[in-house]
Structures are given as structure tokens and as C-alpha cells.
């Protein structure tokens, strides 16, 4: 069974950078055949698509709210995806989910993956 866990939320001061990282356990070649990505959620609101990476040529694609400031990274050979966000602002508080789906293509639609992590925290202080 492939489960997700997330690390590295906290609370931060506006202007300032943080890395989440996300690992992937279980599943043949657990990491290595998973195409990634990295929502976020604030109250009743929606889940929001931030950046998702591909497993095979690490292709990705970024939503435009965040493009230029958020970076998705991932290291197969630790099974992890990394998301450094830059510049951080009150609006990026949220609950941050980490995803993950089989095979190569990259989705925003949070439809389109399997697993998910519990979430991590991220508060932005002004």
C-alpha cells in the first residue's frame, strides 16, 4: 500500500522561503514510477492545484498563482518530492497535501490522483 507523509510546514514570516518535503513508502519501485504533485487547502475552500512533477523526464507544470515563486523538485533514489516556496505571503497559508498517481502524465486535476498525505501546516505571518 503506498502511503505519503509530508514534512516541513511551520509557521513563517512573510518575504521568507520554505522547503516541504513529501516521501512516498511502498509500491513496486515505491517513488520511482509516481507522477507527484502539491495542493493546498485553506478552510472550507477548495483544494487548490500548485505544481505536480513527472517520475520519467521530471517535466512539470506549475499553477500560475505560484509559478515563478514555488519550485517542485523530486529525488527518486529517496523517493521524495520537494516543494521550495519562495517569497511567501499571507495568502499562501494553508494546509499543504502532497499526491501521487502511477505512470508518467502530469495532472492538475486533483481528481486524477490516487494517494495523498495527511497534509502540513504552512501559516504565513505579515
Known amino acids: 500500500q503506498v502511503q505519503l507523509a509530508e514534512s516541513g510546514g511551520g509557521l513563517v514570516q512573510a518575504g521568507t522561503s520554505l522547503t516541504l518535503s513529501c516521501t512516498l513508502f511502498g509500491g513496486a519501485g515505491a517513488g520511482s514510477r509516481y507522477t507527484m504533485a502539491w495542493f493546498r487547502q485553506d478552510g472550507g475552500n477548495e483544494r487548490e492545484f500548485l505544481a505536480t512533477?513527472?517520475?520519467?523526464?521530471?517535466?512539470?507544470r506549475y499553477a500560475d498563482s505560484v509559478k515563478g515563486r514555488f519550485t517542485i523538485s523530486r529525488d527518486n533514489s529517496k523517493n521524495t518530492v520537494h516543494l521550495l516556496m519562495n517569497n511567501l505571503k499571507p495568502g499562501d497559508t494553508a494546509v499543504y497535501y502532497c499526491a501521487a498517481r502511477q505512470g508518467a502524465t502530469t495532472f492538475t486535476d486533483k481528481t486524477a490522483y490516487e494517494t495523498w498525505g495527511q497534509g502540513t501546516q504552512v501559516t504565513v505571518s505579515s
Open positions: 512533477i513527472s517520475w520519467n523526464d521530471n517535466s512539470a
